[in-house]
């Protein structure tokens, strides 16, 4: 069965200080991967995009890693911002007919002052 | 202003009520979908379309209906036969149906049953 675990469910650090967030994911044939950062009661918006040859891709202060030999991924955040407080999700494409996408839980993140 | 627009964002329902959703796209996008997200959960494929005039059940497509008369609109219509319709409805296109086009999500709606 095509999942997506995200750990840990979720975190809380302080202004200033680096987090990592962790995806596993059981999906195949996989396509891709991707991180969302959805803040509450928002549409999720689309951070990275990884293929299967891709191992590190970076936005800013947010780096993904990919491993698609272990099939786990991570996002790395680095000097946290207030602003960053949100859920982070993972998202893993298998390669079918329709593409489908299979929805981690998310990671709800919070940073405090 | 670009973009997707989902209208209502608040919604409140009487049992036994049908509701609709809307979901408006400016992108020229082909493709569109309907999620379901509850509290701790991931979002769960409600319908999608990838083009006019068709669409596909996801996973959770049971009290639910859709359209797609035109390719900018992709109503949601949440029907009574929907037991637990109290979540929040986020509606999402992308430019075509390949698995490496980006996902782009309108605000969403909440929907809550009195």
């Known amino acids: 069965k095509n999942q997506v675990e995200q750990s840990p469910q979720s975190l809380i650090i302080l202004e200033g200080k680096n987090c990592t967030l962790q995806?596993?994911?059981?999906?195949?044939?996989?396509?891709?991967l991707r991180w969302y950062k959805q803040d509450t009661g928002r549409g999720p918006v689309s951070l990275t995009i990884?293929?299967?040859s891709e191992n590190t891709k970076s936005n800013g202060r947010y780096t993904a890693t990919l491993d698609a030999d272990t099939k786990q991924s991570s996002l790395h955040i680095t000097a946290s911002q207030l602003s960053d407080s949100a859920s982070y999700i993972c998202v893993v494409s298998a390669v079918d007919s329709n593409y489908q996408l299979i929805w981690g839980a998310g990671t709800k993140l919070i940073i405090k002052p | 202003d670009g973009g997707i627009t989902q209208s209502p964002k608040y919604l409140f329902r009487k049992e036994g009520q049908n509701v609709t959703l809307s979901c408006e796209q400016n992108?020229?996008?082909?493709?569109m979908y309907w999620y379901r997200q509850d509290p701790g959960q991931g979002l769960r494929l409600i319908y999608y379309?990838?083009?006019?005039?068709?669409?596909q059940k996801g996973d959770i497509a049971e009290g639910y209906s859709v359209s797609r008369e035109k390719k900018e609109s992709f109503p949601l219509t949440v029907t009574s036969a929907q037991k637990n319709p109290t979540a929040f409805y986020l509606c999402?296109?992308?430019?075509?149906?390949?698995?490496?086009?980006?996902?782009?999500f309108g605000e969403g709606s909440w929907l809550t049953v009195v």
């Open positions: 999402a296109t992308r430019r075509s149906q390949g698995s490496g086009n980006t996902i782009y």
């Open positions: 995806c596993n994911y059981t999906v195949s044939p996989f396509s891709n």
């Open positions: 379309s990838q083009i006019v005039n068709d669409f």
């Open positions: 990884m293929t299967f």
């Open positions: 992108l020229n996008h082909d493709a």
